[in-house]
């Protein structure tokens, strides 16, 4: 990624890469630790995926199920991310699909400075510099996957907005400023994703969260 970023630099141009991943092996499917277990591939992905959020790149991984093929040293492997017959099948290789199915910004109004989710603590922590006249924005939260407790979004220091599963109400309102509409704020269960249909027009860097849990108390409350 170093080199890439130097070679970028050079060029005077962006570098676009097409996909990035490790093939899955047919015995990590059946082995929970050891060199080609689960445990194992997930760390590999979660620090792949860290690296890549870091310079703004995302994946997408649309194969369906291939035979397995001696193509690696390791023995047989695949590149798909379901594991039954079908080449769009239902029964997910969660160890993969967890890590690239992860919480990203996927359209934004204005500028995106960094991004990135934190697989330890659920978070995804995104810095932007927001232009309200280019419409609206897209989080991709997978809420049904990252967030079965339940998720919030904060916008810096005064803002607090949530979604209780349980509810299952939609978006509840904690804390917001008297110049943001919440009905800006609008979340999409079926296609699990955020849409802001504008941003706060008098702020030039929003920081946003999304957490787990329900956060609708204050540290003084506790």
Do not use: C
């Not at 170093?2 to 097409?18: H, Q, T, V, Y």
């Not at 690696?72 to 590149?79: E, R």
């Amino acid at each position: 990624m170093d080199r890439f970023d130097k070679e970028s630099d050079f060029l005077n141009a962006p570098i676009l890469i097409g996909e990035w991943g490790f093939p899955t092996f047919a015995t990590t499917d059946t082995l929970i630790s050891g060199p080609l277990g689960q445990l194992e591939y997930r760390e590999l992905y979660i620090r792949t995926a860290e690296v890549f959020d870091s310079v703004g790149s995302i994946k997408a991984w649309f194969l369906g199920n291939r035979s397995m093929q001696n193509f690696l040293p390791g023995g047989p492997s695949t590149w798909a991310i379901f594991s039954d017959e079908k080449a769009a099948g239902t029964v997910e290789r969660k160890y993969i699909t967890d890590i690239i199915a992860r919480p990203y910004p996927q359209t934004i109004a204005g500028d995106i400075r960094s991004f990135l989710f934190n697989h330890e603590t659920r978070t995804l922590d995104i810095t932007i510099k927001p232009n309200a006249n280019k419409g609206a924005s897209v989080i991709f939260i997978g809420a049904n996957r990252h967030y079965p407790d339940g998720f919030s979004i904060l916008i810096d220091d005064d803002f607090i907005m949530y979604h209780d599963p349980i509810k299952n109400k939609g978006l509840e309102v904690y804390k917001i400023p008297t110049d943001i509409n919440p009905l800006d704020f609008i979340w999409d269960e079926k296609t699990q994703k955020l849409n802001i249909l504008k941003w706060p027009a008098n702020k030039a860097v929003l920081n946003i969260q999304i957490v787990p849990g329900i956060r609708n108390y204050t540290e003084e409350s506790d």
